[in-house]
């Protein structure tokens, strides 16, 4: 079973970057389908990017296309979420999630099997 754990967060100003990551144990990125899923205050979870564990394939939420860039790398185990143009509304504790997506990825939270820790990201002038 593999345990996530994001980092990465922080307080920005509108416009500014961040780059996420999640670090995978007990198991390889490799095995796994994986997504970014972030809560604001009120809301419920909303997934922003999802990736396959085959295909290359990635989705993004029509709030962030363009924006944000999902990603992994094998070798170090980790996935990553690079957030640019930050905005207000990007404000949320951001989470990594994974599920057994081979050649899909999901845009609901609820079908992933395993979440780490999340990390805040809080954007405001």
């Known amino acids: 079973e593999v345990q996530l754990q994001a980092s990465g967060g922080g307080s920005v100003q509108p416009g500014e970057s961040l780059r996420l990551s999640c670090l995978a144990s007990?198991?390889?990125?490799?095995?796994?389908?994986f997504g970014w899923i972030r809560q604001a205050p009120g809301k419920e979870r909303e997934v922003v990017s999802c990736m396959s564990r085959y295909s290359g394939i990635v989705e993004y939420a029509k709030s962030v296309a363009g924006r944000f860039k999902i990603s992994r790398d094998n070798a170090k185990n980790l996935v990553y979420l690079d957030m640019s143009s930050l905005q207000p509304e990007d404000t949320a504790v951001y989470f990594c999630?994974?599920?057994?997506?081979?050649?899909?990825?999901?845009?609901?939270?609820?079908?992933?099997?395993?979440y780490g820790r999340g990390t805040l990201v809080t954007v405001s002038s």
């Open positions: 999630a994974a599920a057994d997506f081979s050649h899909h990825c999901a845009m609901s939270p609820r079908l992933y099997d395993y």
């Open positions: 007990g198991s390889t990125v490799a095995d796994y389908g």
